[in-house]
């Protein structure tokens, strides 16, 4: 049992960091549901593997499982940083008010102007990035 069970978890470990990888190279493609992916982790286990009929239906029931888990640590891990997003947001709203107290209505807007740059600069640099990885 563990001869072939060790193997299998390797096999596994080895195929998350890919299945990880492949979801931000490719954001615009659509994300299999965990039924489909133990499927596709399955089917190619089968084929390398030269499972018999029994093991693959075993490894069929682990794949699920294992799928339906990870979909559910994903979407805690999501909702958590959504979370800290809002978090984040409630702070810079906090910090410009109490700024807006102290400047004056010049320093402020010019204040205000200076951050617009800085993000459209990073947008654009997010973006060259994004171009050298796709080629």
């Known amino acids: 049992m563990l001869r072939t ?3 299998l978890a ?3 470990a080895a195929a998350i960091p890919a299945t990880a990888q492949d979801g931000h190279r490719h954001g615009e493609r659509e994300r299999k549901s965990p039924e489909q992916r133990a499927e596709m982790h399955t089917s190619r286990m089968q084929e390398q593997l030269k499972l018999d009929d029994v093991q693959a239906e075993k490894v069929a029931e682990i794949n699920l499982r294992f799928a339906e888990q990870m979909e559910a640590v994903r979407a805690a891990r999501k909702a ?5 997003k809002e978090k984040a947001r409630g702070l810079s709203d906090s910090r410009d008010a109490e700024l807006k107290a102290v400047l004056s209505e010049e320093q402020y807007a010019r204040m205000l102007e200076l951050r617009e740059q800085h993000m459209q600069e990073m947008k654009e640099r997010r973006s060259m990035r994004k171009q050298e990885h796709e080629h």
Do not use: D, K
């Not at 958590?80 to 800290?84: D, I, L, N, S, Y």
């Open 5 to 7: 069970t060790l193997p």
């Open 10 to 12: 390797l096999l596994l």
């Open 80 to 84: 958590e940083q959504e979370g800290m």
